[in-house]
């Protein structure tokens, strides 16, 4: 029988009309699926240099940007809006100020109507996870960056979405904390089994997180090559500086700057 899928993306292309009719091709015929894989978490990462449309390929995942051609399914249902079984998390950090860590967290819960204990329950598995417990009454503005972003993680998961959409959300980071982050994204996807679409013009991140590495051209956004990127058996601080993974790194960074 044929595996079910949980993403399907076919022929996607976008093309933004401007104000002025000007025309802006992101993405050309972007084709990729995801096995539905029931308990097991996978990172998918989209790799690409700035400005080729990376951001357009998940906003028309998420139901936010739609496509000019192609189709996209999520179990089977093709996506015409924003849904929760799809959840986003940006570069730019995206709390309320005015609302504590954990008010932030079970945002989306009270939304749904979700009681006050399951609420609490729900929040303090997630804060638990991402690191986050001891500052569950403090407000956006007492965090770090790191710490703010992973809020925003926080916020996403405690929804527990089918598919996670991330969107360089590492990128403001300095380079410590960003590791630490991407080290902490892995434990998550290993606790919550989700899938995870997450696009990055990093290299370094691409390979660290991936599970499979879709390689993208300058825009407009074409697959150039999918990468499945080896099991490493242990993903520590010297995992990258070691020979397997440089050359990886390498081999990704050739397809990068040859062909786009
Ligand atoms: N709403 C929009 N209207 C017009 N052009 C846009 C819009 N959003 C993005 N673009 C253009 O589409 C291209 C791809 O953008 P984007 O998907 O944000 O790339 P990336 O995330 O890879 O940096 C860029 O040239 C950008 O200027
Ligand atoms: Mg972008």
Known sequence: MEQPLKLSVKDLSVTYVGRDGEKTEAVRDVSFDVADKPDCGEIIVFLGPSGCGKSTILKSIAGLTPPTE????????????????????????????????????????KLQGIEKEKRK???????EEVGLADFAERYPKDLSGGMKQRVAIARTLVNNPRIVLMDEPFGALDPQTRWGMQSLLLQI????????????????????????????????AQILEKVDVPPFPVKDITLKSTAEFRAIENQLLQMLYNKS
């Open 70 to 109: 192609g189709e996209i399914l999520v179990d089977d249902k093709p996506v015409t809006e924003v849904g929760r079984d799809r959840g986003m998390v940006f570069q730019t950090y995206t709390s309320f100020a005015w609302l504590t860590v954990r008010k932030n967290v079970e945002y989306g819960l």
């Open 121 to 127: 329950e729900l929040s303090n598995k997630i804060l």
């Open 189 to 220: 996807s290993k606790i919550e089994n989700n899938t995870i679409v997450f696009v990055t013009h990093d290299v370094s991140e691409a390979v660290y997180l991936a599970d499979t590495c879709y390689v993208l051209s300058k825009r407009p």
